[in-house]
């Protein structure tokens, strides 16, 4: 008997063939939302490492905050800068324009007023731009869960097809040369249902802390910006 891939896969039976195709597409499918979900999380690292750079020294000057505003659309692809963006957005809807004239009706509250208003924008924002960054991490989850289960269903049939092959006298039963193609298939199926799981776990934890920084650095950024206002140094 050949033990390569190819001569085991050659020896196998129609189950534990169609079991390693289906961990195959799991595989590539993960694969691919990591590529995409790398590429992301990149990005968004970046570019909220400049967009907060250059809002800094707006938050932190007294008066300056208003031309924050508008400042996240130079940077598109970071979470950080759409989140805070909707909160000077709501902000500046209460600013006053030249002669006076309010842009709504939120000019005449209290800071704190202005405060909760804006940290209720970011709230909403911040939702959205963390389930867009845990986009294809359920299937991850999956992947990872289910793969050792589905090479199990594999070494099942293997099982099996060894046993029936031991018991049949006309194919030799009672070698262990008769039963070694079944025992091969039900290892194979079980190695590649593992290897699948494991490459999905580590994935989707890197992604997890990735998560996790992300929201942290929101939720600084959102804090230092509530505060700013309160300070009443954002006119």
Known sequence: MDFTLVGLWQEMGFTARAVVVV??????????????????????????????????????????????????????????????GAGLHEYARGLP????????????????????????????????ELANLRRGMPVLATVAS????????????????AFQKLADPTKGGGGIGTVSAGIAE?????????????????FYNYFTARLDDMTVDIDETASELVDTILRGDAV
């Open 146 to 161: 289910s793969a050792p289960f589905v090479g199990l269903f594999g070494t099942v049939g293997g099982i099996i097809t």
């Open 97 to 128: 324009l030249e002669g006076g004239v309010t842009r709504t009706t939120t000019a005449g509250l209290s800071r704190f007023d202005v405060a909760e208003i804006v940290n209720r924008a970011m709230e909403r924002s911040k939702e959205r």
């Open 23 to 84: 961990l195959v597409g799991m595989s590539l499918y993960a694969l691919a939302i990591a590529g995409d979900r790398l590429l992301a999380y990149r990005r968004g690292r970046r570019q909220s490492r400049g967009y907060v750079e250059a809002l800094a020294p707006l938050v932190e000057a007294a008066g300056r905050l208003r031309e924050a505003v508008g400042l996240e659309k130079r940077y598109v692809g970071s979470p950080v800068a759409k989140v805070i």
């Open 186 to 202: 039900a290892l194979i199926t079980t190695a590649v249902g593992l290897g699948v799981a494991i490459i999905a776990v580590w």
